[in-house]
């Protein structure tokens, strides 16, 4: 059998250069899109925040600590997004796909770990950020309302450190993990 | 400027070579148009890296293959959708049934092979492909003559 022949034989669309240069174009705004949205989302709630600290003019230390640490979680959380996508240009797409694959493999895990981390130190600076701003107006209730607010507070901390935030690293990680379990089986094509 | 027509005239010489290669890979026409112009977007962005290449078949196909490798990032079903065993409905027309049959067997072999099988189809030499894929030009070998046995097989099987 002449697979040469046939694979000669067959028919293939022509270049478009036209359509080349649109997806160039596309491609580039989409990847600074995405980052850019990012970025923009979690400043201006930093910004809100700070806001809110410089109107109602808070008296305690523990006001403000509240606040700072609530913009700390912003500032963290895309201090570390921010370093993913370097990950991704340290790949060079013309070693050999051996290699490719390797480093994929590293970025990836990279990646997953990084994710989980910032997701752990965002939620935690965010709870105590509110556990501590609310303390200014709590000290202020009678010690029912008092004990009530904290314990919705708590309620709310613990149902976003327990459910919120587990489900938000599971998703991502699911999405990881399965791509690292298929570049796993590629790289033992490899060998 | 000339660098957009030393591009320009790299993409007509191989954009063939290239929307086969991924064809091979993904044997569905309109993904192969996709993954062949997004590995000339990644020539576009990697053009200064070229010049210093001594090979510029094993720059482009290194590119193309690591290209073709990390779809498994983006569609899950890829492979699957690869292993149907009709003949897609919206097939390009004046394809045979020869090259139809030769595209889905492709599919059904693991990502490597797909790789190597249509880099020798595509007449790379042996040496290079070991080059393109970090492998060693014994293992290509061997792997390219298993490859050919098996779809020999699968031709045979369908009564070619």
């Given at each position: 059998?002449?697979f040469?022949m046939?694979?000669r034989?067959?028919?293939?669309?022509?270049?478009?250069?036209q359509?080349l240069?649109?997806k160039?174009?596309s491609?580039?705004a989409k990847?600074?899109r995405?980052?850019?949205?990012?970025?923009?989302?979690?400043?201006?709630t930093?910004?809100f925040i700070?806001?809110i600290?410089f109107?109602?003019k808070?008296?305690?230390?523990?006001?403000?600590?509240?606040?700072a640490l609530?913009?700390?979680?912003?500032?963290?959380?895309l201090?570390v997004?921010n370093?993913m996508?370097?990950?991704?240009r340290?790949?060079?797409d013309?070693?050999?796909?051996?290699?490719?694959?390797?480093?994929l493999?590293a970025?990836?895990?990279?990646e997953?770990?990084?994710?989980?981390q910032?997701?752990?130190?965002?939620?935690?600076l965010?709870?105590?950020?509110?556990?501590l701003y609310m303390?200014?107006?709590?000290?202020r209730?009678?010690?029912?309302?008092?004990?009530?607010?904290?314990a919705?507070i708590?309620?709310w901390?613990?149902?976003n450190w327990w459910?919120?935030?587990?489900?938000?690293?599971?998703?991502?990680?699911d999405?990881?993990?399965s791509i690292i379990e298929?570049?796993?089986?590629?790289?033992r094509?490899?060998s | 400027?000339?660098?957009?027509?030393?591009?320009?005239g790299l993409?007509?010489a191989?954009?063939?070579?290239?929307?086969?290669?991924?064809?091979?890979?993904?044997n569905?026409d309109a993904?192969?148009?996709d993954?062949?112009?997004?590995?000339?977007i990644l020539?576009?962005?990697n053009l200064?890296?070229?010049r210093?290449?001594?090979?510029?078949?094993t720059w482009?196909f290194r590119?193309?293959s690591?290209?073709c490798?990390?779809?498994?990032?983006?569609?899950?079903?890829m492979?699957?959708?690869?292993?149907?065993?009709q003949?897609?409905?919206?097939s390009?027309p004046?394809?045979t049934?020869?090259?139809?049959?030769l595209?889905?067997f492709?599919?059904?072999?693991?990502?490597t092979d797909r790789?190597?099988?249509s880099?020798?189809l595509?007449e790379?030499?042996?040496?290079e492909?070991a080059q393109?894929?970090g492998l060693?030009?014994g293992?290509?070998?061997?792997?390219?003559?298993?490859?050919?046995?098996?779809?020999?097989?699968?031709?045979?099987?369908?009564?070619?």
């Amino acid at each position: 059998m002449d697979f040469n022949m046939i694979w000669r034989a067959q028919s293939v669309p022509g270049p478009d250069l036209q359509a080349l240069y649109s997806k160039i174009k596309s491609y580039k705004a989409k990847r600074l899109r995405r980052l850019l949205l990012t970025n923009i989302c979690l400043v201006v709630t930093s910004v809100f925040i700070a806001a809110i600290g410089f109107w109602v003019k808070p008296e305690r230390p523990t006001t403000w600590a509240g606040i700072a640490l609530a913009i700390l979680a912003m500032a963290a959380f895309l201090a570390v997004y921010n370093r993913m996508i370097p990950l991704y240009r340290s790949l060079d797409d013309y070693s050999d796909s051996r290699r490719f694959m390797e480093n994929l493999l590293a970025v990836k895990k990279r990646e997953a770990f990084l994710h989980r981390q910032m997701m752990n130190l965002y939620f935690f600076l965010l709870s105590c950020g509110i556990a501590l701003y609310m303390y200014e107006y709590v000290i202020r209730m009678e010690m029912k309302w008092a004990l009530l607010t904290y314990a919705v507070i708590f309620l709310w901390i613990g149902f976003n450190w327990w459910v919120i935030r587990p489900r938000q690293i599971r998703k991502e990680q699911d999405k990881l993990n399965s791509i690292i379990e298929r570049l796993q089986e590629i790289q033992r094509q490899f060998s | 400027m000339a660098e957009i027509k030393d591009f320009e005239g790299l993409y007509s010489a191989w954009w063939e070579k290239i929307y086969r290669l991924c064809m091979g890979y993904v044997n569905e026409d309109a993904q192969a148009r996709d993954l062949a112009q997004e590995t000339f977007i990644l020539v576009w962005e990697n053009l200064e890296g070229f010049r210093e290449e001594a090979n510029m078949g094993t720059w482009i196909f290194r590119i193309a293959s690591n290209h073709c490798l990390r779809q498994l990032e983006k569609n899950k079903k890829m492979q699957k959708a690869a292993l149907t065993l009709q003949f897609p409905e919206e097939s390009t027309p004046d394809r045979t049934a020869e090259v139809e049959m030769l595209y889905r067997f492709i599919a059904e072999l693991p990502e490597t092979d797909r790789i190597i099988i249509s880099l020798e189809l595509e007449e790379v030499k042996q040496g290079e492909i070991a080059q393109i894929l970090g492998l060693s030009e014994g293992n290509v070998r061997v792997r390219i003559h298993r490859i050919k046995e098996r779809l020999t097989q699968r031709f045979k099987e369908y009564g070619f």
